[in-house]
């Protein structure tokens, strides 16, 4: 594609390749905290989730846009686009590290509570904070899918229908995050979830 073409500045949009110079933060293995942080509350229950993912929880720190892979995922407290989701991941989760979907409401930086003072060191977990993004889990069926492709004629494995019902927000680790994901709201259920074909091959 030439340079400064219409066409170089949309493909660069889309793969984030033109951003501007925001400000980001290292955070992990091809992952990085885009923008500022706030010292920040949470729900009881959005807490009660974090704890149980990270152990006790000293002070808590929002963020609202985060890089996986050289894609800029936001969540849904970032307001700055209305028009476009941007926040519908695919990521591992609970105890089997099920492959799973959703939408991220907030990403949340956490310092831990020390757990021994007496004891505490440079390698104290109270040390490095953790990054969690919190979730609405959207669920999939085997029957919706079955349905789905029976509807089809044939399978499409990056396509697929999900439940527009969502579970409560739950707390994942950052470093547990695939991928982007397209929503597609159809605007009666179920919804859909598209996978970029890039991506696809992703483990
Ligand atoms: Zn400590």
């Known amino acids: 594609?030439?340079?400064?073409?219409?066409?170089?500045?949309?493909?660069?949009s889309l793969t984030h390749l033109s951003r501007p110079s925001y400000k980001k933060t290292r955070i992990g293995e091809k992952c990085y905290l885009v923008g500022s942080i706030h010292k920040s509350n949470v729900s009881v229950k959005e807490q009660v989730a974090i704890e149980l993912v990270v152990g006790k929880v000293?002070?808590?720190?929002?963020?609202?846009?985060l890089i996986v892979d050289d894609h800029l995922i936001h969540c849904r407290?970032?307001?700055?686009?209305t028009k476009r989701n941007n926040y519908t991941v695919q990521y591992r989760s609970g105890h089997n590290k099920d492959i799973s979907y959703g939408h991220v409401n907030c990403y949340v930086r956490?310092?831990?509570a020390c757990p021994i003072p007496l004891l505490c060191s440079a390698n104290c977990v109270c040390k490095e904070p953790c990054y969690i993004a919190m979730i609405s889990k959207l669920h999939t069926?085997?029957?919706m899918l079955r349905d789905y492709n029976k509807s089809l004629g044939i399978s499409m494995e990056h396509?697929?229908?999900?439940?527009?019902?969502e579970s409560s927000?739950?707390?994942v680790m950052v470093?547990?995050?695939l991928q982007l994901c397209v929503y597609v709201d159809v605007g009666h259920a179920p919804s859909f979830i598209g996978l970029f074909p890039n991506c696809y091959e992703k483990d």
């Open 58 to 65: 000293n002070s808590l720190y929002k963020f609202q846009r």
């Open 1 to 12: 594609m030439p340079y400064g073409s219409k066409f170089k500045a949309l493909h660069d």
């Open 169 to 171: 927000s739950e707390a």
């Open 175 to 177: 470093q547990h995050l």
């Open 159 to 165: 396509l697929f229908p999900v439940s527009k019902q």
């Open 141 to 143: 069926s085997s029957q």
């Open 77 to 81: 407290e970032y307001k700055h686009v």
């Open 110 to 112: 956490c310092h831990l």
